[in-house]
């Protein structure tokens, strides 16, 4: 009987250990041919989140940032242990002590989903798995996934510890509102930094990972309450907080910035503008969208948020101004169908749906309004952030053509600004978004520096960057580079060229180039010429050094890559960007030093490690402790000379002229010594003002982006000289400026500004200027050119190139050979002043 006892409990034993061999059997092979195959979890000890690149003003000031995915990346040590606690309760309390999974956890989840027959399925996965969903495998539910989540999460834990591990985790998981990782939820959420959570702060963020979108906090406030209770509950039996801290904290009301109880982070930064999104447009381009986007880049801008806004102040005023002289109403070509003016609620919700620019500052705010009522003498509107309804009165309205019902319907959206007077509001006043259009940039002289970037009225209007990106036709402003060419070349300042009537045969025929007066001068000095803008000067001094010396001057100077070498080019009818006139332009007032424009001081990478400065000069005696107190120290520049210091002393000293009785003159007035070049195209269908101060170059075109003429009497000076001179009054209040350095090697001598003859030293009077001659280079006075036209003569399209050029001295002292003579490019482009 004790046999048989035993025999039959043997059996017994033998069954269950075989099966339990079996199942372990089973199991191990299982996941040994899961565990094949599958993704190297080595490589997250490695891993690099995508996060924010942001960019800073020089000033420090967080001015805007670029993410696909909006996350701060922060180090486990920056964490601060109420969070790790809050989120540790939240999904894996037993974090700290299994070895990737919780195998208690798993057999919970499989017997609540047995008992209820698969209508309460949860997964119960630790954050280690977690991890491994999120970085290496698909987010289904299927058994298969679960395995290999296993394997991989107790690969994982041997790989690396627990802070690492939880790192991961923080900065990864989505927490919904576009926001990945704690850090950045904390800033969405409550506006606040990690380390300003109270408890419940922290338990709200520790509530999200389960289901964002079901635990919205405006939607589902009551349900996220719910969890967040929840998981202080878990915090205050997990020991991390008292009983009293529970308490306080459950008793809290769930507040959030999108409950209107925080302010957004976002009110804090400016509207993006053409500066920041042209930072993200040359960046992407240097290191690849994706590494721009994801990359975590701290960038520290060049620019000068004052300065910044009032380069858009003085454009915007530019161009409102030639927009009201047309008198011409456009409005926005938006309208709130009428039945929903009757209720102001749907007319208020329709009005803040409506896709018009809400970043305009230009005598105030400009904000969105729909028209309620049109009268004779007043206009009822419906104001955006206004709780009661406004007017408009008929005199706010005397610069537009017709009357208010000559204009206007019910239901028109429009753009106002309010009207006051000593601070008190008076009225509403219409505005609108000009048809024309331009662009303004300023920069430093002497490091590159952009100061301020405009490229259109209204960013959110048109991203359309007319500084950097509009091609255009510079006009006279291009004369410059054919004067720098001559000076170079052996001309000087009181060289004179003949001012006369010029035909040239063509193809496309008789091309007759002419002044802007429609009168000729006879001969000339090359200061006159510069200064009143001559173009038939500009054409025979082309004619006579050669254009492809012209050309050469240009391409050095970064206005061209490869300018073609026709005669028509010289008055500026080949097309550039207002960004490479004004980089170009910086060089003349440096003293004929290469600069390289940057918007970009200094790029870290997300290690905070310098991946990029612009100032590349020496400082010789930073670090030098025998420094004289009150000297400063010697900086170090090897930057190319690309064109000699005299000759770029002339130049300033020629376009000075322009602004002191030239074309700009009565528009451009500053105080200090100022110098710059005006430019009109063709029937006015760009107009530009480059001009520098001895530290500061600014430039400005306006025109429309499909080119048109802008009309009768609209030329650089009067429409872009009064831009330039509203920004440089700030500038100068702020940056100074003084006399233009004047280089060695040259001396003064005083000549007749309108024969170009030679005058006593002791000569005084306003046609006496004294012009700055290299030394060793005696000038030869009363010799012209005619750059080789004859008065009236044709001049073929084409030539045959057999002429050997002409000897000359150039600025250093030296000789050579003149090109040819070129050719003279298409009509069509042709007449420029």
Not at 33 to 40: A, C, K, Q
Not at 240 to 265: C, H, M, T, W
Not at 702 to 724: A, Q
Request: aromatic share 10%; net charge negative; proline share 5%.
């Amino acid at each position: 009987m004790l046999r048989l006892i035993l025999s039959f409990f043997g059996s017994i034993f033998s069954t269950i250990t075989l099966g339990i061999a079996m199942v372990a059997l089973t199991i191990g092979a299982v996941f040994w041919i899961y565990g094949r195959d599958l993704p190297s979890h080595e490589s997250l000890a490695q891993y690099q989140p995508p996060t924010i690149s942001r960019i800073y003003s020089g000033e420090g000031h967080l001015i805007d940032e670029f993410a696909k995915e909006r996350r701060l990346f922060a180090p486990s040590n920056e964490i601060p242990d109420l969070v790790k606690q809050a989120f540790i309760s939240a999904e894996d309390k037993n974090f700290y002590s299994h070895k990737g999974y919780d195998m208690r956890g798993i057999a919970a989840a499989a017997i609540e989903a047995v008992r209820s027959r698969g209508a309460n399925v949860r997964g119960a996965s630790t954050i280690t798995q977690q991890v491994m969903k999120n970085f290496l495998l698909s987010g289904d539910r299927k058994a298969e996934r679960k395995i290999k989540e296993i394997i991989l999460a107790a690969r994982l834990e041997e790989t690396l510890n627990k802070d690492q591990i939880l790192e991961l985790y923080m900065n990864e998981i989505f927490l919904g509102q576009n926001s990945y990782g704690v850090a950045a939820a904390s800033q969405t959420y409550f506006n606040k930094t990690l380390d300003e959570l109270a408890p419940h702060e922290a338990a709200f963020l520790a509530s999200l990972p389960k289901a964002p979108s079901d635990f919205h906090p405006v939607r589902r406030k009551e349900r996220l309450t719910e969890r967040r209770d929840y998981v202080l509950q878990e915090m205050f039996q997990n020991g991390y907080i008292s009983e009293a801290v529970y308490k306080v904290e459950v008793d809290q009301p769930l507040r959030s910035v999108q409950n209107g109880d925080f302010e957004s982070f976002r009110t804090a930064l400016p509207p993006r503008d053409y500066f920041t999104d042209e930072i993200r447009r040359q960046l992407s381009v240097d290191f690849g969208e994706g590494e721009f986007f994801t990359g975590g880049f701290t960038v520290r801008a060049t620019i000068d948020a004052e300065m910044q806004r009032v380069a858009a102040l003085s454009l915007r005023t530019g161009l409102e101004k030639y927009d009201r002289s047309r008198g011409v109403w456009r409005g926005t070509d938006l309208t709130i169908p009428a039945d929903m003016l009757k209720d102001e609620a749907a007319w208020r919700t329709a009005l803040a749906e409506s896709d018009v620019p809400r970043d305009v500052t230009l005598g105030g705010d400009w904000f969105p309004a729909v028209v309620l009522g049109v009268g004779d003498k007043e206009l009822s509107v419906g104001v955006e952030g206004a709780e009661a309804t406004g007017v408009v009165p008929r005199s706010d309205i005397k610069w537009m053509k017709g009357s208010f019902k000559d204009n206007l319907t019910i239901g028109d959206v429009v753009l106002v600004r309010a009207v006051t007077k000593d601070d008190a509001f008076q009225h509403w006043s219409l505005r609108q978004i000009p048809e024309v259009q331009g662009g303004f940039v300023a920069m430093d002289v002497n490091s590159g520096r952009v100061l301020a970037m405009q490229g259109g009225f209204s960013y959110q209007h048109s991203v359309f960057n007319r500084a950097t990106q509009a091609q255009r036709q510079p006009g006279s402003s291009f004369k410059p580079f054919v004067y720098a060419a001559a000076l170079d070349s052996g001309y000087s300042p009181a060289t004179i060229v003949v001012d006369a009537p010029i035909e040239v045969n063509t193809p496309q025929g008789l091309w007759r180039p002419r002044n802007s007066s429609n009168k000729f001068y006879g001969p000339t000095p090359l200061r006159t010429g510069i200064e009143r803008s001559r173009n038939l000067m500009t054409i025979r001094l082309a004619q006579e050094i050669g254009m492809p010396v012209v050309a050469g001057y240009a391409e050095r100077f970064g206005v061209y890559e490869e300018m073609g070498p026709y005669l028509a080019n010289s008055l500026g009818s080949e097309e550039t960007t207002l960004y490479k006139m004004v980089t170009a332009y910086a060089m003349f007032a440096n003293g004929g030093e290469r600069l390289e424009p940057t918007l970009v001081d200094r790029i870290q990478d997300r290690e905070g490690l310098t991946i990029y400065r612009h100032d590349d000069r020496d400082c010789v005696d930073c670090s030098s402790s025998m420094l004289p107190d009150g000297a400063a120290p010697r900086i170090v520049t090897d930057r190319d000379q690309v064109m000699d210091p005299i000759t770029a002393y002339q130049l300033t000293s020629m376009m000075r002229g322009v602004v002191e009785r030239g074309t700009a003159a009565g528009n451009v007035n500053l105080g200090v010594p100022t110098a710059g070049k005006t430019g009109t195209t063709n029937e006015a269908r760009d107009v530009w003002f480059v001009g520098f101060t001895s530290n500061i170059v600014a430039g400005c075109y306006i025109g429309h982006d499909r080119p048109k003429p802008l009309g009768r009497g609209t030329f650089g000076g009067n429409t872009c000289g009064p831009v330039f001179q509203q920004f440089m009054e700030k500038a100068t209040a702020k940056y100074g400026g003084g006399p233009f350095d004047v280089p060695p090697g040259g001396h003064f001598i005083k000549i007749d500004r309108f024969t170009g003859a030679r005058l006593p030293d002791e000569a005084s009077g306003e046609y006496v200027v004294a012009e700055y001659f290299r030394d060793g280079a005696e000038p030869i006075f009363g010799l012209s050119y005619d750059g080789g036209f004859a008065m009236g003569s044709n001049l073929p399209l084409f030539e045959e190139v057999n002429s050997t050029g002409r000897q000359v001295t150039t600025s250093s002292g030296g000789t050579a050979i003149l090109g040819p003579k070129a050719t003279i490019g298409t009509v069509s482009t042709g007449g420029l002043y």
